[in-house]
C-alpha cells in the first residue's frame, strides 16, 4: 500500500501566494514521475504539473511562469509554489504518484487538498 498525502491548501486572496506539498510512504521505494492535478468547480480533474525522477518539469500552459513544481528533499515528496494566483485557480489540488511495483508501472493519488482564490 502506498499512502499519498497533501497539505497547504486554504483561503487566499488573488495576486497571492500559496504551497502544496505531498509526500507519499509506505510501500514505494522511488517515485518516478509526481505531479499535481487539478479539479475545478463543475469540471473535470485537470493535469497541472509533472517533476521526472531526473527533475524534468512540464506545466499546464494556464500556469506555466506562475506555478514551479520541485522535488522536496525527503524522499518522495513534492511541492507546488503558486504564485500570482487567480481566481480561476480555485479547486481540489490532487497530488499523484507513479512508481515501480513487481507487477509494473503503479499509480497512487492522494485526497485532495482545496485551493480558494479570493477576488
Known amino acids: 500500500q502506498v499512502q499519498v498525502v497533501e497539505s497547504g491548501g486554504g483561503l487566499v486572496q488573488a495576486g497571492g501566494s500559496m504551497r502544496l506539498s505531498c509526500a507519499a510512504s509506505?510501500?514505494?521505494?522511488?517515485?518516478?514521475?509526481m505531479s499535481w492535478y487539478y479539479q475545478r468547480p463543475g469540471m473535470a480533474r485537470e493535469w497541472v504539473a509533472t517533476v521526472t525522477s531526473g527533475g524534468i518539469t512540464n506545466y499546464l500552459d494556464a500556469v506555466k511562469g506562475r506555478f514551479t513544481i520541485a522535488r522536496g528533499n525527503a524522499r518522495n515528496t513534492v511541492t507546488l509554489q503558486m504564485n500570482s494566483l487567480k481566481p480561476e485557480d480555485t479547486a481540489v489540488y490532487y497530488c499523484?504518484?507513479?512508481?515501480?511495483?513487481?507487477?509494473?508501472?503503479?499509480?497512487?493519488w492522494g485526497q485532495g487538498t482545496q485551493v480558494t482564490v479570493s477576488s
Open positions: 499523484h504518484v507513479r512508481y515501480a511495483s513487481e507487477s509494473g508501472a503503479r499509480d497512487a
Open positions: 509506505g510501500s514505494i521505494s522511488e517515485a518516478n514521475h
